[in-house]
């Protein structure tokens, strides 16, 4: 069982990571959403060296861009309150986005924490649908919060047609041997086609985790994100190493009461492919600000790992949270309480069934 954290501000001081492993991490994630892998290149670096200090060894996971919508750069945060109309284009949008945005569309923004719909557009008083140009469309806010830069954008019921892997991907790939990572996650899988396209250009590195040669060196994990990766699965499972139920833009894409049974239907197709795979996002996201988890949230872990989950991970609540460490503390120990019952259900389910052929 592996308990990742994700590596940012909160975790980059030594004590820090010092107690993150001893409370047993054994793996971190890095969001290159955020920056290239060079930027990151002293803190994997650092990571290395506590583990070794610690006696143990980090297993390291890059999280590409991928085929993710996500708003561009803004010169300071955007506050926006519910009830407020504001145009469009102060958003940030992809162009793809704003070129198909018609009146009634749902805008999802930072994994659904803020949401508006589109009004129409704006021009001599009059509005109109889609095509009047993003300039002059307006948005009605939902859901307010602030948005910064760089956040993930959805429109329900709408998709486009974007490449596996980016340049910046390409890039980041490039230096990933040089700092020791162990493992890629490709955000919005959605057919086998998107991780073959991977491990080409790992092949194209040097890295050998190809169908040409049985060199599995890399790891390649599969974030399921989306509905079409979510009906492919079973194609997604025979070509990486390891599914990821990534739930935050998941949980975007159907109505948010029908994800636990998502998760619980892909969890069962892995078992029954006996594919690894991993459960991610918002697993301890009170504890970003306060030192004890919800009773939900470490039923949810509890819950995740009983149902075979070979990994969990936290994200904002190890690199911008306030409590790290506890965090780390709460996930592997909630973890490890459902592995053993996991091992007890199984014994227990193995002797009845020797029960019933004696």
Same mark, same amino acid.
């Given at each position: 069982?592996? $308990? $990742? ?48 200090? @610690? ?14 919508? /996500?708003?561009? &750069? ?23 986005? =704003? ?26 008083? @009059?509005?109109?649908? /889609? ?18 830069? /760089? ?39 959605? /057919?086998?086609?998107? &991780? ?8 194209? &590195? ?63 197709? =892995? ?30 872990? $509890? ?6 989950? *070979? *990994? ?47």
């Amino acid at each position: 069982m592996d $308990y $990742y954290g994700t590596l940012g501000p909160a975790c980059l001081q030594e004590d820090i990571l010092h107690r993150m492993v001893r409370a047993g991490m054994t793996g971190l994630r890095i969001n290159l959403s955020h920056g290239g892998l060079a930027d990151h290149g002293d803190w994997i670096v650092l990571a290395h060296r506590v583990a070794s200090e @610690e006696g143990k060894k980090l297993q390291i996971l890059i999280d590409l861009e991928g085929p993710e919508l /996500r708003s561009g &750069i803004l010169t300071k945060p955007l506050a926006m309150n519910a009830g407020e109309v504001i145009p469009v284009k102060d958003l940030s949008l992809p162009g793809q986005v =704003c070129a198909d945005l018609s009146a009634g569309d749902r805008i999802l923004l930072d994994d659904g924490k803020l949401e508006l719909e589109i009004m129409g557009a704006t021009e001599n008083g @009059e509005r109109h649908g /889609r095509g009047a140009g993003s300039a002059e469309m307006l948005a009605l806010v939902i859901r307010g919060g602030t948005l910064t830069s /760089r956040k993930s954008v959805a429109v329900p019921g709408k998709s486009w047609d974007l490449p596996a892997l980016t340049k910046h991907d390409r890039k980041n790939l490039a230096l990933a041997p040089e700092l020791g990572v162990t493992g890629v996650m490709l955000p919005f899988c959605r /057919r086998a086609s998107d &991780i073959e396209q991977l491990k080409t250009a790992l092949w194209d &590195i040097g890295y050998g985790h190809s169908e040409k040669e049985d060199n599995n060196d890399l790891r390649i994990f599969a974030k399921i994100e989306n509905q079409e990766g979510a009906a492919h699965v079973r194609e997604l499972a025979a070509a990486a190493d390891e599914i990821v139920i990534a739930r935050g833009d998941l949980g975007n894409s159907l109505p948010l009461w029908e994800l636990p049974r998502l998760q619980k239907q892909i969890s069962r197709i =892995c078992r029954e492919t006996g594919t690894p795979f991993m459960v991610v996002t918002q697993m301890l996201d009170s504890m970003q600000k306060r030192a004890v988890p919800t009773r939900a949230e470490v039923m949810d872990i $509890y819950q995740a790992v009983l149902d075979g989950a *070979s *990994s969990v991970m936290l994200t904002g609540e190890t690199a911008a949270g306030d409590f790290p460490a506890e965090a780390m503390e709460y996930l592997v120990r909630t973890g490890k309480t459902a592995e053993e019952d996991r091992k007890n259900t199984l014994n227990v389910s193995e002797n009845k069934s020797c029960q019933k052929i004696q």
